[in-house]
């Protein structure tokens, strides 16, 4: 069982960056892909960015491609997410996820196992 712990949401004003952060308690964590979804009210959740056990891979959704970047460090058992110019499109909760298999995929939380508990993330304009 992987748990996961994402932190540093928050509030932010439009064209400002915000930096989240997921903890996992796996010991091999590299083996696992990771990815990071959002959820705004009234909406389904959303894939946002996906990368691979050791890292080389890296996928976007189109509407976050150039603004947000994933990175990991697999010595500490971590997965980050920074975005820039966030947009108030941009507010939802946002959720870590572990698939289990270090294989990056761009697709729906069907393909993610385990779960954060999810951090809030609000753009004002």
């Known amino acids: 069982q992987v748990q996961l712990v994402e932190s540093g949401g928050g509030s932010v004003q439009a064209g400002g960056s915000l930096r989240l952060s997921c903890a996992a308690s796996?010991?091999?964590?590299?083996?696992?892909?990771m990815g990071w979804f959002r959820q705004a009210p009234g909406k389904e959740r959303e894939f946002v960015a996906a990368i691979s056990g050791p890292g080389a891979v890296r996928y976007f959704a189109a509407s976050v491609k150039g603004r947000f970047t994933i990175s990991r460090d697999n010595a500490k058992n971590s997965v980050f997410l920074q975005m820039n110019s966030l947009k108030p499109e941009d507010t939802a909760v946002y959720y870590c996820a572990a698939r289990s298999g270090p294989w990056a995929v761009v697709g729906g939380p069907d393909e993610y196992n385990y779960w954060g508990q999810g951090t809030q993330v609000t753009v004002s304009s």
């Open positions: 796996e010991r091999t964590f590299s083996s696992y892909a």
